[in-house]
């Protein structure tokens, strides 16, 4: 199964009307699926739907002039939003 470091870097070819599940506590390094199931895959929780994960990145890159996230900072970006319901503000 793919880490969701892995699975961010493949964002754009999920499926849009797919579910990001990963295993808690998340991490960059949690196993993470993208499907369209009901239910979350055994071992795995909701973390996001694939189309609000692709805005979080969107958003995370327009607050910092354009710069475009490593793989590290997709993971930190979409999993504060996932906790926090509120994107990840640039560094002052």
Avoid: N
Wanted: net charge negative; aromatic share 8%; charged share 20%.
């Amino acid at each position: 199964m793919p880490s969701l470091l892995d699975l961010l870097q493949s964002l754009e070819e999920q499926p849009a009307e797919a579910v990001i599940y990963a295993a808690k506590p998340w991490t960059a390094a949690s196993d993470a699926v993208a499907a369209a199931f009901d239910a979350p895959p055994h071992g795995l929780a909701y973390l996001l739907e694939v189309v609000l994960a692709q805005d979080v990145l969107e958003v995370w890159s327009s607050w910092r002039h354009g710069a475009r996230p490593s793989p590290l900072e997709k993971c930190q970006a979409v999993i504060h939003y996932a906790e926090h319901d509120a994107y990840l503000d640039p560094p002052r």
